[in-house]
């Protein structure tokens, strides 16, 4: 099983940066899609940015022109660079990836998710 293992998080003040990165591991034969998402207290789960392989990157409104997702396909590693951090950026944030795996005997379908690690902005 497609394990993701999410790194990065931490305590910034308001202006500052992180760089969050996202580790797949296990027999991938492909990784179609990779995204961050993010869930602050009592807020529904969201979209912060997504992209395809070989694909241009998406990024939700609230984060264009600070956000930067970047993947490294050899490396099956996506990374999250942060800038200009806002109180608003408080969040747990997750990896996803979505993809083919090889278990041994077929290739199935995955779509996995990270533990996720917490961001949080003091001003």
């Known amino acids: 099983q497609v394990r993701l293992v999410e790194s990065g998080g931490g305590l910034v003040q308001a202006g500052g940066s992180l760089r969050l990165s996202c580790a797949a591991s296990?027999?991938?034969?492909?990784?179609?899609?990779m995204g961050w998402y993010r869930q602050a207290p009592g807020k529904q789960r969201e979209l912060v940015a997504s992209i395809l392989s070989g694909g241009a990157p998406n990024y939700a409104d609230s984060v264009k022109g600070r956000f930067t997702i970047s993947r490294d396909n050899a490396k099956n590693t996506m990374y999250l660079q942060m800038n200009s951090l806002k109180a608003e950026d408080i969040a747990v944030y997750y990896c996803n990836a979505r993809g083919t795996e090889y278990s041994g005997t077929r290739y199935t379908n995955f779509d996995s998710w990270g533990q996720g690690t917490q961001v949080t902005v003091s001003s």
């Open positions: 296990g027999i991938i034969f492909s990784i179609t899609d």
